[in-house]
C-alpha cells in the first residue's frame, strides 16, 4: 500500500505564486516517475508537470515558463512551484507516482487532490 498526501493547495491573486507538495510513504522499493495532473472545473484531468527519478522533466505547453516540477529522491517527495498564475490555473491538483512497490510490482499511484484556486 502507497499513500500520496499533497499540501499548499490555496487561493491566490493572478500573478500570484504557490507550491504544491506530495509525500509518498508506505511499500516503495524505488518510484520511477513522479507528478502533477489538475482537472479544472467541468473538464478533464490533464498532464501538468512530471520529473523521472533521473530528473528529466515535461511540461503542458500551457504551462511552460511559468511551473517548475521538482523532486527529492531521499523524501520521496515532488514539488510544483507555480509562478505567474492564471485564472485559467484553476482545479483540482493531483499528485501521481509510478512506484515500485516492495513486491517490485509497478503501481500507478494517486493522491486525492489539492485545490488551487486563481481569483481576484
Known amino acids: 500500500q502507497v499513500q500520496l498526501v499533497e499540501s499548499g493547495g490555496d487561493l491566490v491573486q493572478p500573478g500570484g505564486s504557490l507550491r504544491l507538495s506530495c509525500a509518498a510513504s508506505?511499500?516503495?522499493?524505488?518510484?520511477?516517475?513522479m507528478g502533477w495532473y489538475r482537472q479544472p472545473p467541468g473538464k478533464q484531468r490533464e498532464l501538468v508537470a512530471i520529473?523521472?527519478?533521473?530528473?528529466?522533466?515535461n511540461y503542458a505547453d500551457s504551462v511552460k515558463g511559468r511551473f517548475t516540477i521538482s523532486r527529492d529522491n531521499a523524501k520521496n517527495t515532488v514539488y510544483l512551484q507555480m509562478n505567474s498564475l492564471k485564472p485559467e490555473d484553476t482545479a483540482v491538483y493531483y499528485c501521481?507516482?509510478?512506484?515500485?512497490?516492495?513486491?517490485?510490482?509497478?503501481?500507478?499511484?494517486w493522491g486525492r487532490g489539492t485545490q488551487v484556486t486563481v481569483s481576484s
Open positions: 501521481y507516482a509510478r512506484v515500485i512497490n516492495t513486491a517490485r510490482a509497478y503501481v500507478d499511484d
Open positions: 508506505g511499500s516503495i522499493f524505488s518510484i520511477n516517475a
Open positions: 520529473i523521472t527519478n533521473g530528473g528529466g522533466t
